[in-house]
């Protein structure tokens, strides 16, 4: 494994020691009445209330501030004590907000992670294993009968909506500057953005560069939602949509006018092994020898931190039970691997692009 430095040491050795081996054993066992805790302790504002109380709370003064019964505060203040969200004068008998609480409440990332996996993930995750064996989304069932969640994402609840779009947003639009900087380092005057889904990217590149044209490739359904997105903001009237499945095998790519750049973020991993090369291999049919292919991903072995590997592999299990029921989150040499075996070569890498993408920059074999 080609692994950066942080997650080698974090991942190819156990040096834990056997008690706090064993809290994390006993932190998964109760894991989902641990999460539900943290979600109440901030959606109740009890740790907003403990960050502005310099001098701490007790549990009645938390019951009374936040409009709850003095028995509710008491569990989840007690609960979140042995969490490591919040700590404990004894004498005092007044509760201060922890380091742990302190970021599940300031840290964005943590806030669109837990929104996501409360409204989108919590009850299909029930299925998890059925979905495993499988090889479907069976947790989706909560939600509608579709084959996938993107063929029902314009009909999801409203709040799994929004957390749905929330999520994906932040993972892809901190990284979308510094791509545009490497894709428009070339010459590019016509883009297909495969999988453009609300137009964020496409938008992004009409503002960036004034004369590109982008076509964005995607279901009918995802295209009504990039159309309602987009219409009447600067540059709209250079974004194109074309309704197809591209995991259809049927489904071609456009091969005439060439396009100078195909564009793929937080797409591919959407798809099984099988389908992606399908893809691929379609793509670089449509290729012209100086076309470029860019594939924009959180690749989990390429992350800087530890932690950011931790939320990607766990978000792979999102994919099993919710979104398809056959795709990850990738490690970088299996998805060089893929864009070989469709006849592709992999010239670049950019790491680090906003939280934690990479820019997979690809040719056709010669």
């Known amino acids: 494994m080609n692994l950066f430095p942080a997650l080698e040491a974090a991942y190819c050795r156990d040096s834990r020691p056997a008690t706090e081996a064993q809290r994390l054993a006993e932190l998964i066992a109760f894991g989902p009445i641990v999460f539900q805790v943290a979600r109440i302790m901030l959606k109740w504002g009890i740790l907003e209330l403990l960050r502005n109380s310099p001098d701490g709370l007790t549990a009645d003064e938390t019951a009374r501030r936040c409009s709850c019964t003095a028995y509710a505060a008491k569990v989840l203040l007690e609960s979140s004590l042995t969490l490591g969200l919040v700590t ?18 300031t840290d964005p990332l943590t806030r669109v992670n837990l929104a996501f996996n409360h409204d989108v993930n919590y009850e299909g995750m029930f299925r998890l294993e059925e979905s495993l ?8 069932e909560h939600f509608g009968p579709w084959r996938t969640i993107y063929e029902g ?3 999801l609840p409203p709040e799994a909506q929004e957390s749905w779009l929330a999520f994906d947003h932040f993972y892809s639009d901190q990284s979308f500057r510094e791509a545009a900087d490497v894709v428009f380092g070339r010459p590019v005057r016509r883009l297909l953005d495969v999988g453009g889904n609300t137009g964020r990217w496409a938008l992004h590149c009409v503002a960036h560069h004034p004369e590109v044209e982008v076509t964005v490739m995607d279901l009918p359904q995802q295209l009504d939602m990039m159309a309602a997105q987009t219409e009447g903001l600067p540059g709209a009237d250079r974004i194109h949509g074309l309704p197809a499945d591209v995991l259809a095998e049927s489904t071609r790519f456009p091969a005439a006018p060439r396009f100078d750049a195909i564009w793929m973020s937080q797409f591919l991993d959407c798809f099984s092994p099988e389908q992606i090369v ?23 072995d390429r992350q800087k931190y530890e932690t950011a590997a931790f939320c990607l592999t766990q978000i792979s299990l999102y994919f099993s039970a919710l979104a398809n029921g056959n795709s990850k989150m990738y490690h970088s040499e ?5 864009a070989g075996r469709a006849g592709l070569e992999v010239v670049e890498i950019h790491d680090n692009l906003g939280h934690g993408h990479s820019l997979m920059v690809c040719r056709r074999k010669l």
Do not use: C, N
């Open 88 to 105: 404990l004068d004894r004498e005092a008998g007044r509760f201060h907000l922890a380091k742990t609480g302190w970021f599940l409440l």
């Open 133 to 140: 064996r499988e090889g479907r989304p069976v947790g989706l």
């Open 153 to 155: 994402l314009s009909q």
């Open 278 to 300: 399908s893809i691929l291999s379609r793509a670089a049919e449509a290729m012209a020898p100086d076309t470029y292919l860019y594939i924009l991903e959180t690749f989990w």
């Open 334 to 338: 299996d998805m060089a691997d893929y």
